[in-house]
């Protein structure tokens, strides 16, 4: 029975260490900010610039809607600054045809890889597991650092690619060849290296999350009793590991093709602008996509399971009582883990890459949203019969059920071929994804970030303005992507500039099918909902900053009442986290458990933490 | 503050931090090289028949690579056992050949890149295509040593093809259509020949600074930290067989095939 409980080391040794463990030493900025190795830095590190990130993701976004609903119209405000800074492109303060692919491709790769990646499984992965599993650090704390430099350089990379002469890539975030190579702007090498920098990040981090949840459990702490979250990240992780690599293969061949001039991906035959390209040939466009999207699939997993694992631990706490089939939730989610790697193909119906490859694939991805469904059923069924404590954190996840469930159910066409072909790069597609990662996964960061603000900082967030943050995030968010379904089933293409005014019934008259005007007109419905939606977004920027100072402070180490080891805690946790070694001696939910006074049992107690030789 | 089962194992698990580490590394690294390997699959079977390059690579250079690379596992593996038992001299003389072998695998390789380098491929206004190294080139004329061929399907297939001739052609520029060196843009073959090779050669170089600094500057945690020493070879091992592993697959697809 020995395995159980093991000897844990100590990590706490003689008066030195505790002195350090304190902060008392005062470090100097650039080793406590910059170079610091404590995961919890290193999670606001990420954290902070990836919300940054976040909030540039959606300047562009503005901007591009600003261009979709008034195609050539200098931007107001923003234009002269545009022309200041990029030139050419932006004349006159306008977005021109070139610009606004560029915000395009770059809108999808901030989003995405610097942007919701870094904060769901980057930050709060690096904050929130090794306190939850009762680890004194990661496993790896200098490899934890080099990740973050790693990411931080990407992201500067792909930065920089703005102001380099022909802009950033133009090619959409999924850079199809041979249109990722005949563009000509070395935007595209740019945006490759910083992937490469990216995903020599992601593998850094994924290596360290996966190792740091096998090896650093507290004692006690079995893989049963593992907050849901905690799981949700070991799987993630275990995607940003084995999905990413063949992405980075391919970036490398792209890489080839756009600087050494290969043909990995350009086709025989291949002419650029009426003249044959000067190149080998010999090479499949099709590769590209199959090892973007292999990449590609998993990732949409990447985005939503940390999210779910939020939500979850959310609603635990404000449901006060146990998450309904937590065994589920973990299955769920392990399967999940496995099957993402088997639909990548369901982005390539149109393709024409044949009738039996996509029967395999309509499959599989019929199948995966059985798991999907059954973590949100679980979810939904634990408010079943709770006294629900309605607070920010608890709103943002409330918010989270109905919009990922509309995002999820959306994706069932898009799953079948035959509704695919119609659909694909249509609006609707746009509407589908944005609603599974902007009112759903984002709204769950923010219900995270709302929830473990107190641990960090020993304050709370303003509860009246996270309120006025959420309903108008809420509202807003269903003005902008609710019309995008209709544009999308009326035909209405994504990518378009000048947001489908050519195939609009006022310009081309005498034909069947064009964009009627109740269509185009949402472009401008979508544009002011976007704005607000900006707008809405101030209340919370300042919300954070201003309660770091002058929040209403905590009277607890856990003023939550929750559960998990993060809240057993000093608040903030010292380098170290730990006062004294947790015991684990029970599960991560129980909460209003019969025949125990008070609301809730943490997973240790050390009123009943066992002596090393109980067993 | 220190982290746990740096150098003790976990009972549960049986590993220390670094070896589960290095395991999900070599997965990942499984993956980044399968992506590449499926690419050269589908570029191969993609290729139209009779176009793809049989014979282009030298077997000597790449047999004898292979060695080099066989061997230097075995030093890796006996340097980790030298540390086992305490050897510090046998450590520093195995290692010592692991980089000798390592170096001598990455300077073979160089010769073979600088020999796809200096070989070209001249189409002539004539036709004709002539195929060979290349000599001198000046303004006035190219020299290369090879042979002329009217099919450029004769290029394709060599190992049917031996004692090819190797004439000094003298070409006058004027006669000249196109004029291409047997680098990564030549065609796929040479496009996924150098991307794996290359990536490949990275590897080695990155194995080569780890095993270097281990046997150099960092083999003074010898003394102060024995245990964790031991652990580092045996992680960095771990690499290297990767690495070769890697090898192993390159040589039949890329020389053998």
């Not at chain 1, 590190?45 to 979709?68: A, E, K, N, P």
């Not at chain 1, 907050?227 to 990240?233: E, I, K, S």
């Not at chain 2, 095993?211 to 024995?226: E, V």
Request: aromatic fraction near 14%.
């Amino acid at each position: 029975m020995q395995a159980t409980v093991q000897e844990f080391p100590p990590y706490r040794e003689g008066e030195a260490h505790a002195h350090e463990a304190h902060g008392h030493h005062e470090q100097p900025f650039f080793t406590k900010y910059i170079f610091s190795t404590d995961h919890k830095v290193i999670g606001l590190q990420y954290g902070f610039v990836s919300l940054c990130f976040m909030l540039f993701g959606l300047f562009l976004m503005l901007m591009m809607r600003w261009q979709i609903a008034h195609p050539g119209v200098p931007v107001p405000l923003f234009g002269p600054l545009l022309e200041k800074v990029l030139g050419q492109p932006a004349a006159g303060g306008a977005i021109s045809a070139d610009l606004y692919n560029s915000f395009g491709a770059m809108h999808g790769t901030i989003m995405v890889f610097l942007g919701v990646v870094p904060l769901a499984f980057a930050a709060f992965g690096n904050y929130v597991v090794p306190l939850m599993i009762g680890a004194p650090d990661m496993a790896f704390p200098r490899i934890n650092m080099a990740s973050f430099h790693a990411f931080f350089l990407g992201g500067l990379v792909m930065l920089v690619s703005f102001f380099i002469p022909g802009g950033a890539a133009q090619a959409g975030w999924t850079s199809y060849s041979p249109l990722a190579t005949t563009i000509p702007t070395d935007g595209q090498a740019f945006w490759l290296v910083g992937m490469v920098l990216l995903i020599t990040s992601s593998l850094l981090g994924a290596v360290n999350f996966i190792a740091t949840i096998i090896q650093l459990r507290a004692p006690g702490m079995t893989w049963m009793r593992l907050p849901f979250f905690v799981w949700a990240q070991f799987v993630t992780a275990f995607l940003l590991l084995l999905a990413f690599p063949p992405l980075e293969a391919a970036g490398f061949m792209q890489l080839m093709d756009n600087v050494a001039g290969t043909s990995f991906f350009l086709p025989t035959g291949l002419a650029i602008g009426g003249h044959m390209a000067n190149v080998s040939g010999g090479g499949s466009p099709l590769l590209w996509q199959h090892l973007f999207w292999f990449l590609g699939h998993p990732e949409v997993y990447v985005l939503i399971l940390p999210a779910m694992g939020i939500v979850c631990e959310v609603i635990a706490n404000n449901t006060r009582k146990p998450i309904w089939g937590y065994k589920s939730l973990v299955y769920s989610t392990l399967v999940i883990g496995l099957l993402s790697f088997i639909v990548w193909a369901h982005h390539m119906y149109m393709t024409g890459m044949g009738q039996k490859i996509a029967t395999f694939f309509q499959a599989t991805t019929m199948i995966i949203s059985i798991p999907s469904v059954i973590i949100l059923t679980c979810l939904f069924l634990s408010l079943w019969g709770a006294s629900i404590r309605f607070n920010t954190p608890m709103m943002f996840a409330l918010g989270f059920l109905p919009m990922f469930g509309i995002g999820g159910l959306t994706g069932l066409p898009l799953g079948l071929a035959a509704t695919d072909l119609y659909l694909h790069d249509t609006y609707y597609i746009i509407a589908h994804f944005h609603y599974v990662v902007a009112p759903g996964t984002i709204f769950a960061l923010f219900a995270g970030i709302y929830f473990w603000f107190p641990k960090i900082t020993g304050r709370k967030l303003n509860e009246f303005w996270g309120r006025v943050h959420f309903w108008c995030s809420f509202i807003f968010m269903n003005v902008v992507f609710l019309p995008m379904f209709t544009q999308g089933a009326k035909g209405m293409l994504r990518r378009m500039s000048n947001g489908g005014a050519n195939y609009s019934a006022a310009q081309v008259h005498n034909a069947i099918d064009t964009l009627p005007g109740s269509v185009m007109e949402m472009n401008t419905w979508i544009l002011w909902g976007a704005v607000a939606l900006g707008l809405a977004q101030i209340p919370f920027i300042i919300n954070l900053f201003w309660s770091i100072k002058h929040g209403e402070p905590v009277e607890s180490d856990n003023p939550w009442g929750a559960t998990t080891l993060d809240w057993q805690t000093p608040t903030p946790p010292p380098h170290g986290n730990f006062a004294t070694e947790p015991h684990v001696v029970r599960g991560p939910y129980e909460y209003n458990a019969p025949g125990h006074e008070g609301s809730f049992l943490p997973q240790s107690d050390p009123a009943v933490t066992p002596t090393p030789h109980a067993h | 503050m220190d982290i746990p089962y740096t150098v003790q194992v976990r009972p549960d698990t049986g590993l220390y931090n670094a070896k589960v580490g290095i395991w999900l590394f070599l997965a990942s690294e499984m993956m980044l090289f399968g992506g590449l390997f499926s690419a050269y699959i589908l570029l191969r079977v993609g290729t139209p028949p009779g176009e793809w390059p049989h014979g282009w690579l030298d077997v000597r250079f790449g047999a004898f690579n292979t060695m080099l690379l066989a061997l230097s596992a075995i030093t890796t593996l006996l340097a980790w056992v030298a540390c086992k038992v305490g050897d510090f001299r046998k450590f520093k003389f195995f290692h010592a050949c692991t980089l000798i072998l390592a170096l001598s695998f990455l300077c073979v390789k160089m010769y073979e890149y600088h020999d796809k380098w200096i070989h070209y491929e001249i189409e002539l206004k004539d036709g004709r295509i002539a195929d060979g190294h290349l000599v001198s080139r000046t303004s006035d004329e190219v020299v290369i040593e090879g042979r002329y061929v009217t099919d450029k399907k004769d290029l394709y297939d060599l190992r049917a093809q031996k004692n090819l001739p190797h004439d000094e052609i003298r070409i006058a520029p004027s006669d000249i259509v196109k004029m291409q060196n047997y680098g990564p843009w030549h065609n796929t073959f040479t496009a996924i020949y150098f991307t794996l090779t290359g990536l490949h050669a990275l590897h080695i170089l990155g194995g080569c600074c780890v095993i270097g600094y281990l046997w150099g500057p960092g083999s003074k945690m010898w003394k102060t930290d024995h245990e964790r020493f031991t652990n580092r070879v045996e992680v960095s091992g771990l690499f290297w067989h990767f690495v070769d592993l890697v090898w192993i697959f390159l040589f039949p697809v890329l020389y053998l095939t």
